[in-house]
Antibody, heavy 121, light 108 residues
Framework: EVQLVESGGGLVQPGGSLRLSCAAS????????MHWVRQAPGKGLVWVSRINSDGSSTSYADSVKGRFTISRDNAKNTLYLQMNSLRAEDTAVYYCARDLDPKPEYYFDYWGQGTLVTVSS | DIQMTQSPSSVSASVGDRVTITCRAS??????LAWYQQKPGKAPKLLIYAASSLQSGVPSRFSGSGSGTDFTLTISSLQPEDFATYYCQQANSFPPHTFGQGTKLEIK
């Protein structure tokens, strides 16, 4: 059974940093591109970042470019999101999601349960 | 960036009704479109990908159509468990992989 379990969320002050983790199991993690998607309270879904299967290629939404870094450790079956210079508008539930196909196809077929990041003083 | 616009933003319907939700892309995306269902406090669930392909395990009352800039999600006969928020998402290879703003499907 495919499982994605996020951790690392919490309350952080503006300008602070946080690292999210997403532990994957039930599939060959190293074969799939992975994504982070966020959802501010009461708002819609926003794609944040993606990383290819071996970690050599990454992309970001303009809103987080230069502040967030996506990475992965295929030996540990874990995806990461390092978030620096956090702003109030980064407050959201952060989901990790698996790409539908190893090709990839940029659809998200499995999602974690989400981890809440709150940026507030 | 490609913008995705859903309509309506909310819709009220009854069990057994046929419901259609529309998604329009700001530029052509061929068939690179997905639909997701999200219930309160839960992660989204993939329903349809490649505009019309039904994800494994999703009931056949869900269907998708369209290509280019205009797409639809149809639920042929609403069931109680279908009341949720629905999002479209464009899957063009160039990021960002933008979502529509969502359509809330409520019980009439």
């Amino acid at each position: 059974e495919v499982q994605l379990v996020e951790s690392g969320g919490g309350l952080v002050q503006p300008g602070g940093s946080l690292r999210l983790s997403c532990a994957a199991s039930g599939f060959t993690f190293s074969s799939y591109w992975m994504h982070w998607v966020r959802q501010a309270p009461g708002k819609g879904l926003v794609w944040v970042s993606r990383i290819n299967s071996d970690g050599s290629s990454t992309s970001y939404a303009d809103s987080v470019k230069g502040r967030f870094t996506i990475s992965r450790d295929n030996a540990k079956n874990t995806l990461y999101l390092q978030m620096n210079s956090l702003r109030a508008e980064d407050t959201a539930v952060y989901y990790c999601a698996r790409d539908l196909d190893p090709k990839p196809e940029y659809y998200f077929d499995y999602w974690g349960q989400g981890t809440l990041v709150t940026v507030s003083s | 960036d490609i913008q995705m616009t859903q309509s309506p933003s909310s819709v009220s319907a009854s069990v057994g009704d046929r419901v259609t939700i529309t998604c329009r892309a700001s530029q052509g995306i061929s068939s690179w479109l997905a639909w997701y269902q999200q219930k309160p406090g839960k992660a989204p669930k993939l329903l349809i990908y490649a505009a019309s392909s039904l994800q494994s395990g999703v009931p056949s009352r869900f269907s998708g159509s369209g290509s280019g800039t205009d797409f639809t999600l149809t639920i042929s006969s609403l069931q109680p468990e279908d009341f949720a928020t629905y999002y479209c998402q464009q899957a063009n290879s160039f990021p960002p992989h933008t979502f529509g703003q969502g359509t809330k499907l409520e019980i009439k």
